[in-house]
């Protein structure tokens, strides 16, 4: 039997405007909390960092935080679009709903920003770079490359994704949407494959949207 989690997106007013001290602070103060912590592939990527996150929405933008602790630090792709995936990396997909296909966001720990859509992991489309600028993001840390191992560190990144980005109309919000959380780093030292909804594959395949979560608005 398939699980599916479910979190109620609260709303905090003018997420979109905020440093990210404040965003951190109201984020924590007032969203939804998760953990990404599902770790369905152990035999081929045992090791687990922490990352915890919280969700929330303002009246035009879906707000994303990522809370990070553990073993390496890699950043590589330092320009939007690129393999995020490969770096020390945290992702939020979530489905169209209306058209049935869904978004990837692929953020780095220092900030650099992958973006795409697709009915599934075959032929995605990825977003033109005008569109992923009007996705606010933030780091803690700065947008250098660097490539660290065998140490512990501790990272935040957000993203604030407008509403009309992802198909959806600020106006009239969907009841619900499916999404889900996930934490990776395929070329790190440490490969690591996490998610918040659980993914009943034989492989690490974060593009399964059948064993996505939901996300409640309304």
């Given at each position: 039997?398939?699980?599916?989690?479910?979190?109620?997106?609260?709303?905090?007013?003018?997420?979109?405007?905020?440093?990210?001290?404040?965003?951190?602070?109201?984020?924590?103060?007032?969203?939804?909390?998760?953990?990404?912590?599902?770790?369905?592939?152990?035999?081929?990527?045992?090791?687990?960092?922490?990352?915890?996150?919280?969700?929330?929405?303002?009246?035009?933008?879906?707000?994303?935080?990522?809370?990070?602790?553990?073993?390496?630090?890699?950043?590589?792709?330092?320009?939007?679009?690129?393999?995020?995936?490969?770096?020390?990396?945290?992702?939020?997909?979530?489905?169209?709903?209306?058209?049935?296909?869904?978004?990837?966001?692929?953020?780095?720990?220092?900030?650099?920003?992958?973006?795409?859509?697709?009915?599934?992991?075959?032929?995605?489309?990825?977003?033109?770079?005008?569109?992923?600028?009007?996705?606010?993001?933030?780091?803690?840390?700065?947008?250098?490359?660097?490539?660290v191992s065998g140490k512990i560190f501790g990272w935040t990144v957000a993203m604030l994704i407008p509403f009309e980005l992802i198909g959806i109309d600020p106006e009239s919000l969907p009841v619900s949407v499916r999404g889900n959380f996930y934490k990776c780093g395929d070329l790190t030292a440490h490969p690591h494959f996490l998610s918040?909804?659980?993914?009943?594959?034989?492989?690490?395949?974060?593009?399964?949207?059948?064993?996505?979560?939901?996300?409640?608005?309304?």
């Amino acid at each position: 039997m398939k699980t599916i989690k479910r979190i109620k997106v609260p709303v905090i007013e003018g997420l979109e405007t905020m440093s990210l001290p404040e965003l951190d602070l109201a984020m924590e103060e007032r969203a939804a909390k998760f953990a990404v912590c599902e770790r369905q592939w152990p035999e081929s990527a045992p090791y687990a960092p922490d990352c915890n996150g919280s969700v929330a929405r303002s009246a035009t933008h879906l707000c994303v935080i990522f809370h990070v602790r553990g073993l390496d630090l890699r950043a590589t792709a330092m320009e939007d679009n690129g393999n995020s995936w490969e770096d020390s990396c945290c992702e939020f997909f979530v489905t169209d709903p209306f058209d049935g296909t869904y978004y990837n966001f692929e953020l780095t720990c220092a900030g650099s920003l992958l973006g795409a859509k697709g009915a599934g992991r075959q032929n995605r489309e990825r977003l033109e770079l005008s569109e992923l600028s009007k996705v606010k993001r933030f780091s803690s840390l700065e947008r250098k490359p660097l490539d660290v191992s065998g140490k512990i560190f501790g990272w935040t990144v957000a993203m604030l994704i407008p509403f009309e980005l992802i198909g959806i109309d600020p106006e009239s919000l969907p009841v619900s949407v499916r999404g889900n959380f996930y934490k990776c780093g395929d070329l790190t030292a440490h490969p690591h494959f996490l998610s918040w909804n659980p993914v009943a594959t034989s492989k690490p395949d974060f593009h399964r949207p059948e064993f996505f979560g939901e996300l409640i608005f309304r």
